[in-house]
């Protein structure tokens, strides 16, 4: 069992590009796969695969709608994974789930068997 607890979140302030943060209740292994995913509240149905990581390798995935702005990272020493967000629109509001998985990464919501509670983020226009 993972537990996962995001950070960061509220709206955001012009100039100051929100980092949220996910913080694991155990190290990840080798095998793990983490990331975020994304819930818009236009659309209460679907979640979006926004970013996500090997914690075994250097590959990092994203979503075509955030790349080039999105960036996640982790902390092995603190059990930690960030997603940077920079050049947000309004389009990118909505609640960000940290996520992980033992048996590899992927873009569908069910693909993912442990979840944060996840953390809202507001970008206004």
């Known amino acids: 069992q993972v537990q996962l607890a995001e950070s960061g979140g509220g709206p955001v302030q012009v100039g100051w590009p929100p980092r949220l943060s996910c913080a694991a209740s155990?190290?990840?292994?080798?095998?793990?796969?983490t990331g975020w995913f994304r819930q818009a509240p236009s659309d209460e149905c679907e979640r979006e695969g926004v970013?996500?990581?090997?914690?075994?390798?250097?590959?990092?995935y994203y979503a075509d709608s955030v790349q080039g702005r999105f960036s996640i990272s982790r902390d092995k020493l603190k059990n930690m994974v960030y997603l940077q967000m920079n050049n947000l629109r309004p389009e990118d509001t909505g609640v960000y789930y940290c996520?992980?998985?033992?048996?590899?990464?992927?873009?569908?919501?069910?693909?993912?068997?442990?979840w944060g509670q996840g953390t809202q983020v507001i970008v206004s226009s």
């Open positions: 996520v992980a998985d033992l048996n590899g990464c992927g873009w569908k919501a069910d693909e993912f068997q442990w």
């Open positions: 155990r190290p990840a292994h080798h095998a793990f796969c």
């Open positions: 970013a996500q990581m090997y914690t075994g390798g250097n590959g990092h």
